[in-house]
């Protein structure tokens, strides 16, 4: 019974497997599920993933520890919910941030850049999903890749006119170009105008032609498309 956990049994949670969460059935459950992630999100733009206790979470949002635990059996868990919580609003950000650019390849640069400030805004969102990259149980990857595909479709919405079957290749392309500049940028390696400036390059490569070793604009053979 869960009213009748000892502090000792709370803190001895902290190291429990994972179990099956608890089902958010009627307004209050919904309302406290909803106070657990406001929380944690809180708690993630104060500071780093690793520097987060559960407990520091169920102290935030007004629950005991072993509630928290009803509804997220593990931190990963937990910590996937306020990254796909926080998409949300992200994702309705970069789509305003886009514009009404004439061509796809003005929206998709405005989209990337819109996404990389959002994550040097909040640097400690984009290191979270560096560590939620390594999970293995539905209950973590569920929601992480129901955030990466709401991602997916942002980029796919600004390339409107492309082949859908080119617009989804050039979609994930750009989603991992922007992991893996981020990345650099998180690490100290690259400044984020460096990221930028990738980002838009990449563009240019994508709807135009690469240049050749001298300088020169062309296509892949060689040859300038036509």
Known sequence: HMAGRTAAADA??????????????????RARRRRIVVAAQELLEERE???????DVADRAGVALGTLYRYFPSKEQLFANVLLEWS???????????????????????????????????????RLIVVLEGAAVPEVTDPFQAYAAGFQRVLAEALDGVDAGDAAVIATMSAALLSAELRKWSHGTASMRAVYEQLERSVELVFGSPRDAGGAPGGVSGRPRS
């Open 12 to 29: 001895a949670s902290e190291d429990e497997p994972a179990r099956v969460p608890a089902v958010a059935g009627s307004a209050g459950q």
């Open 49 to 55: 993933y690793d520097r987060i206790q559960m407990r």
């Open 88 to 126: 949300t609003s992200f994702q309705q950000s970069v789509r305003r941030r886009r514009g009404s650019a004439a061509t796809p390849a003005a929206r998709l640069v405005a989209v990337l850049r819109s996404a990389a400030r959002a994550f040097e805004r909040h640097p400690n969102f984009f």
